[in-house]
Every structure is written in C-alpha cells, then in structure tokens.
DNA sequence: CGAAAATTTGACATGACTCAACTGGAGTGG
DNA sequence: CCACTCCAGTTGAGTCATGTCAAATTTTCG
C-alpha cells in the first residue's frame, strides 16, 4: 500500500520538489501506524521518539498541571504534524502528552531515521526548517492573542480558525485549548446567542 | 573592526563548527548597526528586512492591541537574535515592533543575503533549524505557562529565568511581558513581601 | 433501556482591570 | 540650589472576567 506515502509527499512538495530518490527515502524511512481512540503516542515522562505525520483521525497534544488541569497546546487532524519538538530533539524526557481523539493513522519517523534523512537528502533541513518557521509563527500569532483577549474573542476567534475542528470537538477539550474552564465556556455561548444590544 | 563578529561566529559555533569559507561568509553577508535608545527596528505595518544579533544593548518586540494595550513578546540583550520570522519570512507587513530600551548594537543580514548564505554554506540550513527548534520549544513553554498561571506565578517565574532581565527594566515593561497592567504586578509585588501565612 | 460522560445552570469567590488620586524621584531651567 | 514638571510606581474603590463547587439536565453509547 504504497499510496499512504502520497499526502506525506504532497505535504513536503508544498515546499520543495522531491525526486525520485529522495521520494524513496521518504519511503524507506517513515513507518505507518495506527491507533484506536484513547491512545497515547506519548506520556509525560518519555522521551518523544516520532515525529508524526497524520493520515487520519484527531488527537490533541497536552500539558496536566500541578492542579490537574489540562491544556491543550494544538490539535492535529489529517495532514498535520504532530511532535514535542523539544523531547524528540534533545532526547529528554517531555512533560506532554499526545493522545487520539479518534481511531488515527500517522506515518512517523524516528530520530534516528530523520537524522538519516537529513543526511540522504539534505533538502530536508530547508523543508524542514520552513515547517518550523511557519508552525513558529502560528504558536507566537497564538500566544499573543492569549495576551490580548478575553476567553469569548477567543472562543470566536477559534470558531473561525478552526472551523474544522469546532464541530469535531467536544466542548470540554475547546475550553481546554482556549485555557478557560468548560462550564465558563458554555456560559460564553449562552451570552453570544443573546446579543448584548438586547436592552430590557 | 572584525572583531565583531566573533560573538556571532561563536554563537554559531554552539550549534556547529565552522570552516574558513563558512566564517568568511558570515562576516560578507552580516552587517553592523547600532540604535540610540528608543530608536526602533521594525514598526508594524513594515516589512522585516533584518535578522539581528545583538551584540550590545536591549531590545523588545510587542503588538499594540485595538485597545492600545502593549503586550511584549520578547525581551533580547547581548547574543540574542531579534526578528519578526513571520514577517521576515513571508515578506508581509508585520504586526509586531521592534524598539531599543538601550543604545544597542546588532549584526543583521536580509532575506535576500541570508537566501545567498543558504546557497554558499548549507550548513546553515541546520544551524538555523536548530536555532528555531530551540526557539519554537521555548515560545511554547511560554504559552503553556500562561495558560497554566496566574500573574503572581508568572511574576516569580520571571524573576528566576530572566534574572539578567529583572533588575534592568522598568515594571511597566514586565508588566507588559506578563501580560498584566503595571498597578496589578505592583500590588503582587506588595503582596509578596507580605506572606500570606501571616494569620491576624 | 440505563450508566457514564458532557453540558448547563446558579451562587459565590477570586484574579485582574479601570480609573483616579497620590507619592517620590530624576531631570531641567532659572 | 530651588522650584517645577514629568514619569514611574503605588494605592484604593468599584467592576468585570473567570474560576470553584455542587446540582440539574442532556447526550452518548454499550
């Protein structure tokens, strides 16, 4: 089943043109896999060994406080990446957590075959690189807008961005993300169907 | 004045060793600059033609909201390197500012010279990989840590980490930092020094 | 259907903001 | 050297945003 290969390379070649070689190390070096709703690729505590790209499916990577709290650093569906970049690259121990939030396939390599990679076809290091800058760009736009708004801009903010994953997601993992509690969150959608123009 | 360019040459070398060429390249390409304080690099709505580092001085990178408010994204003094990715990247307008808090001086390359650096040593592919990763996972700590704190907790999470930073800058600009007003961080600061276990 | 999970609702507590007034230096010009 | 202004920091009162906890309700799914 070759054809799995073909939305990792399309992904890549958004980038950069692959030739055939470097399209058969892509190949040779990325291993499929697939997990049922509810498991983890990674626990708190490991070291982060793939770095995953997603066929199919949902999953959600995550920090637990102190107070047992959950935050959602990004969900991932179909033709994400999904990687604790920090574990994977320095081989220390991650204090996140990556589960499904649905049965999923990923394509992963490990360190050791992306090291390969880098050194077979060095266009990865710009590919590569140019994934980082974009998704370091994402995470600061993000960080940001936590620093500048309010739990309902942001609620409607993410309701336009990620449109396609608003109605995928349970209400509970959203307020996660947003990093407000869920029942502020259902109270936030109450107020929004009841303009606040509304007077007496 | 070559001399400059040693902290840059050893900056790089952290990540990896240099050869002659490689060296020479760098000093070809970078350019040097010094601001007076309060002199700005980048105003929003401009294009990010420079990636800096610093030699001397202090700079931060901030948004201004529609409601005025700053909000400060990164503080950078000596070896640090100071640029709008995204902006710089893409070749958008920005939305960020660049400004000094002290006279300072850079090295910076543009987008154009940086592409030609790429071309003549490649290993700057992977250099600058790394330097991103390093940044990515950081900003990303950054973010969690907001979601997973209160001001007082971010304060004195501050306080440990940017040391170097603490003593130097005015609150007003760490307030920004934290993302709280200054009256707030000043009332944390009084409470601080009252613990809270002092019972009637 | 029935149990477990997700969502909603309400009362109350706390974190954080706004605004306005006050305090205490750090210049600056006479 | 003094008087003056300017700016950062402090303080307090009132308000809004959000959290906590507990209970009620709805949805999901075996």
Redesign the pocket.
């Known amino acids: 089943m070759s054809k799995q290969f073909q939305p990792l390379i399309n992904y890549f070649e958004k980038i950069a043109v692959l030739d055939e070689s470097e399209k058969q190390w892509v190949k040779d070096l990325f291993v499929f896999k697939s997990y049922k709703r509810k498991e983890f690729l990674l626990r708190e505590g490991e070291i982060c060994k793939q770095f995953n790209f997603l066929l199919k499916g949902c999953m959600r990577m995550y920090l637990v406080d102190d107070?047992a709290n959950t935050h959602i650093l990004q969900f991932s569906a179909e033709n994400w990446i999904k990687v604790d970049a920090g574990s994977f690259r320095e081989r220390t121990a991650s204090h996140l957590n990556i589960d499904t939030l649905e049965d999923s396939e990923v394509l992963y390599i490990t360190p050791e075959n992306l090291k390969l990679l880098y050194e077979k076809a060095p266009k990865f290091n710009y590919i590569i690189r140019e994934l980082l800058e974009k998704h370091l760009t994402s995470v600061q736009k993000r960080l940001l807008q936590y620093m500048s708004s309010?739990?309902?801009e942001r609620y409607l903010a993410f309701q336009k961005t990620y449109a396609q994953f608003a109605n995928r997601l349970?209400?509970?993992q959203i307020a996660a993300f947003l990093?407000?509690?869920?029942?502020?969150?259902?109270?936030i959608?109450?107020d929004i169907t009841k303009p606040k123009h509304f007077i007496s």
């Not at 990093?179 to 109270?187: A, D, R, V």
Request: proline content about 11%; aromatic content about 0%.
């Open positions: 107070k309010t739990g309902e349970p209400q509970t990093g407000i509690t869920p029942e502020h969150l259902s109270k959608r109450k």
